[in-house]
């Protein structure tokens, strides 16, 4: 039988990085958009330009490097939204605008303050407008999960008849359980009369822990594209899981009436990459990529899967991209072997002297650790551009003292400005004492929302990564440091925060806003 593709639609970028703390830096965008393209990921969408200038930029940035797949920026139903949205794909490959407004009776009233008819009016007026950009345009009736039934069928007819080619049902506050979702997608395909004119895409939250379970069953019922997100990141509860929804149509092909063209081996390494570029912990029982996915504690489950794997895995770990740490490098290597291995893990460099800094940077690391790993090289880089990014606060030493029934005690030298300056504290622990130092100096008036170590690799020399969580005025930013040495590390990530916190922003939210 010749199946349907299943679109997969990433919005790790857009409302992945609308969770609070997870707000990624256009480079860092381009990096996991980058590792999106070689998961053939068929369409990611970069961002929402019309928010702020680096907003657009990223978005302008990821359409400049991304080939293969479909890039999308987000713009309401605003003449000026949708007009930057244009300027920032443009040029580029494949390219696409989603635009939305809200279809709910308490969105229209409440937020938009507009009726039914004006609704209809602007999201066709914006769909219109689209197209003058770009023949492939998307358009979402926000909180579809909450509109009432009669209207969707007239806004969808409406879109689809101005040239929308995808129209997506967002359950935009998570509210649906599965068979009525299914049901939703089914009436509508069933009810609006053009609705082979487009395709049907969905976007679950997961406020009841039912965002993939419901893209499902809106697949089963028609749905032909899921927008999810990279370990289920977005916001509030986050999104469905894009992982989820990719593997259990795959194995479950006995189910669903559809294929994905993922690359299904290089969800792992990018589901690392995306926590470690945001801070956001894996859960270890997290589904296909928490650490005890594929670990069976066990005798029993253990005896089993040496006797035959298929008696307790229904997948193959490999498959997913999980591999024994692989050690690539060592001290001895050259610079074309580090070349050419991150070129392998997709990593490429703007210039020389970047390539030189990193490799001076690597050398450093084997120094200290005998195997380097694909994770170090991976966080190596991160570490690059994230102090790439530390224009104003720089870390040039620190020193400090613990000693069984002292006062741990740290004293810290940082560049402010390209001054240098020093500050010393006592603390609960080195770590307490070194952020004490820094703050001396600094006096961000900042709140540690959170402080987290994951060790990169295993083994007592492995790299600690640190993420380090501030909050200002509302504003949350998150800082990332690996080092061998946990304090340095924690040091090195407590600047990094800093440097985002002082580095003003000016950022609309997409929801929030009213049009
Ligand atoms: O959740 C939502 O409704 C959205 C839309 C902008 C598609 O993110
Ligand atoms: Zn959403």
Redesign the pocket.
């Known amino acids: 039988m010749n199946k349907d593709k299943l679109i997969i639609f990433d919005t790790t970028l857009r409302?992945g990085e609308q969770s609070p703390g997870a707000s990624m830096t256009r480079d860092e965008k381009v990096r996991i958009a980058k590792a999106l393209e070689r998961m053939r990921v068929d369409v990611i969408e970069a961002g929402f330009p019309a928010a702020s200038v680096g907003d657009f930029e990223s978005v302008q940035a990821v359409a400049q490097a991304v080939q293969e797949s479909t890039v999308c920026g987000?713009a309401r139903a605003l003449d000026a939204d949708i007009e930057r949205t244009g300027e920032a794909l443009k040029g580029a490959g494949r390219t696409r605008i989603h635009t939305?407004i809200a279809t709910s009776p308490i969105h229209m009233q409440k937020k938009l303050r507009m009726t039914p008819d004006q609704v209809v009016e602007r999201a066709v007026h914006a769909v219109r407008l689209a197209r003058q950009f770009t023949d492939d345009v998307e358009f979402?009736p926000?909180?579809a999960g909450r509109s009432e039934v009669d209207f969707l069928c007239r806004v969808l007819e409406a879109v689809i008849d101005a040239g929308a080619g995808t129209v997506?049902i967002?359950d935009?506050v998570g509210y649906n359980v599965p068979e009525q979702f299914g049901g939703l997608i089914r009436m509508l395909r069933e009810r609006v009369p053009n609705a082979d004119k487009a395709i049907f895409s969905v976007?679950c939250?997961n406020d009841l822990g039912l965002a993939v379970a419901n893209s499902l069953a809106a697949v089963v019922n028609g749905a032909r594209q899921v927008e999810c997100t990279i370990n289920g990141l977005g916001?509030r509860a986050g999104n469905a899981a894009l992982e989820e929804v990719v593997m259990t149509v795959r194995t479950r092909q006995d189910v669903f009436p559809c294929t994905v063209g993922i690359d299904t081996t290089q969800i792992v390494p990018t589901s690392r990459l995306v926590s470690s570029i945001t801070g956001f912990a894996i859960q270890p029982n997290k589904a296909i990529v928490g650490a005890n996915a594929f670990a069976h504690e066990s005798g029993i489950h253990q005896d089993g899967v040496l006797k035959s794997r298929e008696t307790y895995e229904i997948m193959r770990a490999e498959d997913v991209g999980w591999s024994a740490n692989r050690m690539v490098l060592g001290k001895h290597s050259g610079r074309n072997a580090f070349r050419s291995r991150l070129q392998e893990l997709g990593i490429e460099f703007g210039s020389e002297e970047e390539l030189n800094e990193a490799f001076a940077r690597f050398k450093a690391l084997a120094d200290k650790k005998h195997e380097i790993f694909d994770e170090d090289l991976q966080a190596l880089v991160t570490e690059a551009s994230t102090e790439a990014e530390n224009e104003r606060v720089k870390l040039v030493g620190l020193k400090v003292c613990s000693e069984t029934g002292e006062t741990p005690d740290a004293s810290v030298t940082l560049t402010v400005d390209g001054v240098e300056q020093q500050g010393r504290a006592q603390g609960g622990g080195v770590v307490d004492a070194s952020f004490k130092a820094i703050e001396n100096i600094i006096g961000s008036g900042t709140e540690l929302q959170l402080y987290s170590v994951n060790n990169i690799t295993s083994g007592t020399d492995a790299q600690g990564e640190v993420t380090v969580r501030l909050e200002k005025g509302g504003r949350i930013v998150n800082g990332q440091g690996a080092d061998t040495d946990i304090v340095i590390a924690s040091a090195k990530a407590y600047v990094n925060a800093l440097n985002k916190i002082l580095t003003p922003q000016d950022r609309a939210h997409?929801?929030a806003a009213d049009v």
């Open positions: 409302d987000l939305f979402s926000e909180d997506n967002p935009t976007h939250h916001e997409p929801q």
